[in-house]
């Protein structure tokens, strides 16, 4: 089946900080599995552009993450 995932997603609401160049920004991950992850932010990212995420949560101590922007969806504000 297209469209498909091939790993399933868990709904979380994580804070997150990135690294974007030399800038570190904010935004919340909605959902998480270990192939992806859903990151919200006020950032327009272009696909293909690296970050380097600190992921943080109330039960677990920071956890680092390298990530490539696969697709950006933009919500109008």
């Known amino acids: 089946m297209a469209g ?3 790993a399933r997603r868990v709904g979380r609401r ?3 900080e990135f690294g974007v160049g030399d800038r570190v920004h904010r935004g919340i991950v909605l ?3 270990r192939l992806g992850l859903y990151l919200q932010t ?3 990212l272009e696909p293909g552009t ?3 995420l600190m992921l943080s949560g ?3 101590p920071e956890v680092p993450l ?3 922007v696969a697709r950006r969806l933009l919500v109008p504000g």
């Open 42 to 44: 006020e950032l327009a």
């Open 14 to 16: 994580l804070t997150c």
């Open 66 to 68: 390298r990530a490539r």
């Open 58 to 60: 109330p039960r677990f």
């Open 50 to 52: 690296e970050l380097d």
């Open 4 to 6: 498909r995932r091939k």
């Open 31 to 33: 959902n998480i599995s």
